[in-house]
Nanobody
Framework: QVQLVESGGGLVQAGGSLRLSCAASGSTFSIKAMGWYRQAPGKQRELVAALTSGGRTNYADSVKGRFTISGDNAKNTVYLQMNSLKPEDTAVYYC?????????????WGQGTQVTVSS
């Protein structure tokens, strides 16, 4: 089992910055990737950025050049630095962890943190 606790959401004006944090606990040794998803009202949840245990990153086209995902292995924490925020970035942001236990793969989710960007 992996538990995820997010922090760092809030209200910011367009052009501003926020940093989200996601701290993992429990069976963190089994985590192979962590990432951030977001869900805006009336829309499907979408991948924002992901970071593998090997250090590879992946970003949604809409955030490339503005968002940066990083991790601190010692703290079992992943961060999402969000710069040049736009109103369309407004959503609930969810932390995700993918863990592997033998032949089984598990998805874990945080409780979500609201990010609101005003124009």
């Amino acid at each position: 089992q992996v538990q995820l606790v997010e922090s760092g959401g809030g209200l910011v004006q367009a052009g501003g910055s926020l940093r989200l944090s996601c701290a993992a606990s429990g069976s963190t040794f089994s985590i192979k990737a962590m990432g951030w998803y977001r869900q805006a009202p009336g829309k499907q949840r979408e991948l924002v950025a992901a970071l593998t245990s090997g250090g590879r990153t992946n970003y949604a086209d809409s955030v490339k050049g503005r968002f940066t995902i990083s991790g601190d292995n010692a703290k079992n924490t992943v961060y999402l630095q969000m710069n040049s925020l736009k109103p369309e970035d407004t959503a609930v942001y969810y932390c995700n962890a993918v863990s592997v236990d033998g032949i089984f793969t598990y998805d874990y989710w945080g409780q979500g943190t609201q990010v609101t960007v005003s124009s």
